[in-house]
Every structure is written in C-alpha cells, then in structure tokens.
T-cell receptor, first 113, second 111 residues
Framework: NAGVTQTPKFRVLKTGQSMTLLCAQD?????MYWYRQDPGMGLRLIHY???????AKGEVPDGYNVSRLKKQNFLLGLESAAPSQTSVYFC????????????FGEGSRLTVL | SQQGEEDPQALSIQEGENATMNCSYK?????LQWYRQNSGRGLVHLIL?????REKHSGRLRVTLDTSKKSSSLLITASRAADTASYFC???????????FGGGTRVLVKP
C-alpha cells in the first residue's frame, strides 16, 4: 500500500498562474482533507470531503477550489496564485470519521513568486 | 482559530532523558490525538485518547488527559536522537466535523 500520495512534491509558480495538486489514497477512505502548514501557525484546514462527489469549506478556503470526482482522489486547485499561498500543503485521509486517525501524505511545497 | 495549544514551543534534551509536552484546548472533546512530524515529512499518528480515558501508553509514549482542566500531556521516556521532531496535538473542532491542530512542540534530542 502506498497510503496517501501527493503530486507534485515541489512547485514554483508566478503570481497569477494556476495549478492543481493531486492527492491519491489507496486505503478506500471516505474522508479526505487538504491542510496548509505555515511557520508558527500549525496546520489549517482548507477544504475537505466526506465522500465521493462531496466537498466542504474549512478554515481558510479563499483562493482554492477542490474536487472529489473519484473516491480515491482529492484535487486542490489554485486558479490565480498569490504570494500568500506560498506554503506546504498536506493531504490527509481517514476511514472511520472526520475526527478519527488521519493518514497524511508527504506534503507539496509551493512557492509563489 | 486553534483549538489546541502546545507548550512549550520548543525543548532540547539529552538522549536518554524524558521529554514532556502539554496541550490545552478550549471546548469539550470526545477524543484527543497526538501526531509526530519529522523534518520535511508528513504527520504520523501516534496515539488517540478518548474523553473517558485518563492515561494511555504506547511503547515509550505516555499520554494523559484531564478533561476538567482541558489539557493533555505527552511524555516520551528514554528519548533517542530519532525522536527529534515536532509534535502536535489535534482535537475535534466545535462542530465535530474535522480535526484542528495546535502549533506544535519542536523537540531536539541531542546525542
């Protein structure tokens, strides 16, 4: 089992460019999440999904969109990147409940110039 | 806003010593979790303690939960250099539909 896989691992964007981060999990988990991690601020939830075809906003959703067309994939999109979106992004999934044990990917480091 | 807050923000110990970190939270919870993050890696789940439990062990880890004080502690006994990492507590948000994380405690174990 690969667990939770994120691609790409690193990306540099210019302000205004768009990109998509892909998260894939092979554990048949219902729940999937996108967090961003910034120094001194811990992890903040961007968007989450409680099942295929569903998405919901987290703490800091502005500037991001998500889709969950397949149960195993959760995509995070930036339509017009801003320097404030420079961060490390983590995808996570859980099986039993939104507040159960989370399984994390290795992170995607995004720099917006 | 953060539900959990870890204390201290950082600590440095010698190999073999014990490391203790604390987490305080604001609202009632049904469980509290601890995660470890090695530098440049994703978070890894360590232990979950339910609100009706006061103490839980896993290997060299000991977690306590005091719901009356809204606090938890993580103790790492006989620390090793490989325990160098950041440790985060996580609690259910007020709506119970997601986990929220504290800012973490950075632990450095010197050989």
């Amino acid at each position: 089992n690969a667990g939770v896989t994120q691609t790409p691992k690193f990306r540099v964007l210019k302000t205004g460019q768009s990109m998509t981060l892909l998260c894939a999990q092979d554990m048949n988990h219902e729940y999937m999440y996108w967090y961003r991690q910034d120094p001194g601020m811990g992890l903040r939830l961007i968007h989450y999904s409680v099942g295929e075809g569903t998405t919901a906003k987290g703490e800091v959703p502005d500037g991001y969109n998500v889709s969950r067309l397949k149960k195993q994939n959760f995509l995070l999109g930036l339509e017009s990147a801003a320097p404030s979106q420079t961060s490390v992004y983590f995808c996570a999934s859980s099986f039993t409940s939104p507040t159960g044990e989370l399984f994390f990917g290795e992170g995607s480091r995004l720099t917006v110039l | 806003s953060q539900q959990g807050e870890e204390d201290p923000q950082a600590l440095s110990i010698q190999e073999g010593e014990n490391a203790t970190m604390n987490c305080s939270y604001k609202t009632s919870i049904n469980n509290l979790q601890w995660y470890r993050q090695n530098s440049g890696r994703g978070l890894v789940h360590l232990i979950l303690i339910r609100s009706n439990e006061r103490e839980k062990h896993s290997g060299r880890l000991r977690v306590t939960l005091d719901t009356s004080k809204k606090s938890s502690s993580l103790l790492i006994t006989a620390s090793r250099a490989a325990d160098t990492a950041s440790y985060f507590c996580a609690t259910p948000g007020a709506a119970g539909n997601k986990l929220t994380f504290g800012g973490g405690t950075r632990v450095l174990v010197k050989p």
